[in-house]
């Protein structure tokens, strides 16, 4: 096992380098590993695969813990048209596109199913990336962008739950599939409601006492029996992972435990990736380019399409909404996890996984320069549009820049803010947390 672990770590960070030199995504890096150490090319013995996967399955929950950790209530409530409406249009566009193109290969629904599901979702880590990579972490679009991949996230999180009972079952019940997504409403409910009740005023009431070492162990055992929590109620890990990153994003601590958890999440989704690109056998790809490039074409033109009318129905203008679609012309991790759902469970076609993985390779190669596209691409748009249309810009950009002067000018709170103040002050939820506390300094003088 530390012979595996060594030869992972050393061909990645090896990998890494080089890439970084390039300047290309570290996560190609890490795919590109995979395949260098894989069974393809070196044989079963190599490294051990079994090994690897389960380090990778902890990789994914840490990966959406921290994903959790960064879920602000109050960034999404100040964008919530924007993000609903944006990400609403991107998921359902792109797998209806995603769901046609699986049928058209004679795939069966379940197959299908899981293709649309794999190319609905942009890389969260992947467009933060070239975002502060191009220099345009303080343009006005990256808020409402970092919005919808918010709520693309939690979408995810709902459909891989969805996808395991239809892989189940194989078959579509909409009775049955209303039923689990109530269930899942129910329990999600409950969970965020006993959870924003009692940890962020728990963790404020014992903050003096949380050094970092105290802090991480915390947030690791809260993530794990949250975990365990979630495959008792019948649902994923990842779930159970998410929703506790989400409630301790809303505690006084959480930049804390975010900057805390990033050296392990980053040495664990390492390891997934690098999981990931094992499962890559470079002859299919030569053997499968065509339907590669496909793909490729498929979700950088889907996501150009959907993405600039959701943000612009959603409210934005039509520049922010040409610079946000732009910047969503990639899969990422949240593919290779449905993939691996789908692999795990035995339902996905072989030929599915090399074909994703390469095209998210491909896609997230292109995804720089394509941004670099999205600002002369809406200076031919405006210059070459009918009048009508036009105005309809100018328009827009006006009221929005009449909103901002607005918010500008408020010193309010966000709605988040009072909504969690209100909490922290009901007395349930501060008998509960002195009750605890309390029985808890009774058992430390027992012993």
């Known amino acids: 096992m530390v012979q595996d672990l060594y030869i992972l770590m050393i061909t990645a960070a090896v990998v890494s380098i080089l890439f ?25 013995n190599f490294v051990n695969a079994d090994n690897v996967k389960q380090w990778g399955d902890i990789g994914v929950l840490f990966v959406l813990f921290c994903i959790g950790l960064e879920f602000r209530l109050k960034n999404l409530i100040s964008s919530g048209k924007v993000a609903a409406i944006g990400a609403l249009t991107i998921i359902g ?50 808020k409402g962008a970092t919005s919808i991949l918010i709520v693309e996230d939690v979408v995810a999180v709902v459909l891989m739950v969805l996808l395991s009972s239809i892989a189940i079952r194989h078959q579509f019940e909409g009775a049955e599939l209303a039923s689990k997504v109530l269930d899942l409403a129910i329990t999600l409910v409950a ?59 809303e505690t006084v601590e959480a930049h804390r435990v975010e900057k805390l958890m990033t050296p392990l999440k980053n040495v664990f989704a390492a390891i997934f990736f690098i999981s990931v690109g094992m499962l890559i056998d470079p002859s299919s790809l030569s053997e499968y380019w065509v339907s590669i490039v496909y793909v490729s074409l498929v979700i950088i033109i889907g996501m150009i399409l959907f993405g600039t ?35 795990s469970l035995g339902v996905l076609n072989p030929i599915i996984y090399p074909i994703i993985v390469a095209s998210s390779v491909v896609t997230t190669f292109l995804t720089p320069y394509i941004m670099k596209a999205a600002a002369p691409c809406y200076t031919y748009l405006y210059n070459h549009a009918s009048k009508s249309l ?58």
């Not at 290969?105 to 975002?131: E, H, Q, R, Y």
């Not at 963790?203 to 365990?228: F, P, Q, S, W, Y």
């Not at 009318?309 to 922010?320: A, E, I, V």
């Open 20 to 44: 970084k030199l390039l300047k290309q995504p570290v996560v190609l890096g890490y795919i590109v590993a995979g395949v260098l150490v894989g069974p393809h090319l070196w044989g079963e």
């Open 93 to 142: 566009g792109m797998m209806l596109l995603g769901y046609c193109v699986g049928k058209n290969a004679d795939f069966d629904m379940v197959n299908s199913l899981f293709l649309a599901g794999m190319l609905c979702m942009s890389s969260t880590t992947i467009v933060m990336k070239a975002i502060d990579e191009a220099g345009l972490s303080k343009e006005r679009f990256v």
């Open 191 to 249: 969970w965020f409601v006993c959870g924003i009740l009692i940890i962020p005023t728990l963790i404020r009431k014992v903050k003096k006492h949380l050094n970092d070492e105290t802090l991480i162990i915390l947030a690791l055992g809260l993530c794990l029996g949250m975990v365990l929590t979630a495959e008792e109620a019948g649902f994923s890990s990842a779930l159970g992972a998410f929703v506790m990153g989400s409630i301790l994003a």
């Open 309 to 343: 009318l959701g943000c612009w129905w959603g409210g934005q203008t039509m520049r922010d909404s040409m610079l946000t679609s732009f910047s969503f012309v990639q899969i990422g991790e949240f593919s290779f996890i449905i993939a691996s759902l789908g692999t």
């Open 390 to 447: 036009r105005a309809k810009m100018d328009q827009r950009e006006q009221q929005v820049a009449a909103a901002e002067s607005a918010n500008a000018s408020e010193g309010t709170s966000p709605l988040a803010d009072k909504v969690r103040h209100a909490v922290r002050k009901t007395y349930v939820t501060k008998h509960l947390v002195n009750l605890f506390i309390k029985n808890m300094s009774a058992h430390d003088e027992q012993e």
